[in-house]
């Protein structure tokens, strides 16, 4: 089939984990694009006041906690229609394959990392499938290319996210909806805060996202240090796997 590219212009987006970080950038991009609506999805609402007030009805939070199966039903109930869905909302819990924690945090990581991602898809999945062009966007991370000792249960999580999209897009091949996979690294946002790393910021990174949208990108390296990891990823996967398998707790 042709590659599906979407202009966010008098379009409708439901966007997970929409209050803070990287999902509150994309909803404050996607609207500054010309999004005809955002549904913009948090378990807590009223952190969303202050978007809701500069943009009006054409943005419409949401109660959602992706780990809640009847969260998710009464939230995706509220779509009518819908063009582009962005699975955002995500997780970091802190645990080694080895850890005390590692069933604990394993467990977390993968509820709101992956199976978060696979109950919304699902959701709404009747009102993505339709002849007109649609998009799914996937938040993985560059950590989900090569696992990170410092954050091994996570990269576990966001692996499954990679395998995911690519499944998607498979099952999706003959429909017209771009799936596509984000691969950050470390972004200034309270989810990275304890992570030793230069960040680059969420506002950059959703630009990044919504211009792979308008490209029709099936990938996306949406900062600077996760484009030198594509493309060393591209070129030699194993030199990613033994570089990050430097990287280890403190």
Known sequence: MANVKINPEGKVAFVSGSNRGIGKAIVIELLE???KKVYAGARN?????EL??????????VTLDVTDDQSIQAATAKVE???????NAGIFAAGGIFSENANSSLQTNLDVNLWGVIKLSNAVADKIKQPKETAIINISSVAGLGNMPMAATYSVSKAAVHSLTQGMRAELVNDNTLVMGVYPGPIDTDMARDIPMQKDSPENVAKNI??????GSDDVFPDVMSKDIGAA??????GIEQ????????
Not at 81 to 87: H, R
Request: hydrophobic share 35%; glycine share 8%.
């Open 52 to 61: 809701q007030n500069k943009y009006g009805e054409r943005l419409e939070p």
């Open 45 to 49: 609402t009223a952190s969303l006041e």
């Open 210 to 215: 919504v211009q792979g949208l308008e490209n």
């Open 233 to 238: 990823y591209a070129s030699n996967p194993k």
């Open 33 to 35: 694009r010309g999004a």
């Open 243 to 250: 570089q990050f398998g430097t990287f280890v707790a403190q």
């Open 81 to 87: 229609n819908l063009d582009i869905l962005v699975n």
